[in-house]
């Protein structure tokens, strides 16, 4: 399989992959949160924002790739 070929099927996976991982990540932020643990929480959010930030950079491969 060419690498083309199978970049379009990865970058759609790893997106779906992180975008589930960036919702159980703000879920557990504000379970940490809710028990006093802020400074936690805080962290947990950042790396959900991160994994949102990494997502939009995938989306944007997968755009080139189709072009």
């Known amino acids: ?3 083309a070929d ?5 970058l759609p996976h790893w997106i779906e992959h992180n975008e589930s ?10 379970h940490a949160r809710v028990a ?3 400074e936690v929480a805080d ?3 950042a790396a959900a924002r ?3 930030q990494a997502n ?3 989306a ?3 755009e080139r790739l189709e072009r």
Do not use: N
């Open 60 to 62: 944007t491969a997968r």
């Open 43 to 45: 962290l947990i959010e």
């Open 1 to 3: 399989m060419e690498a």
């Open 50 to 52: 991160s994994m949102q």
């Open 36 to 38: 006093g643990m802020a």
């Open 21 to 30: 991982h960036a919702k159980q990540f703000e879920e557990w932020a504000e």
């Open 6 to 10: 199978r970049l379009a099927h990865l």
């Open 56 to 58: 939009a950079e995938l």
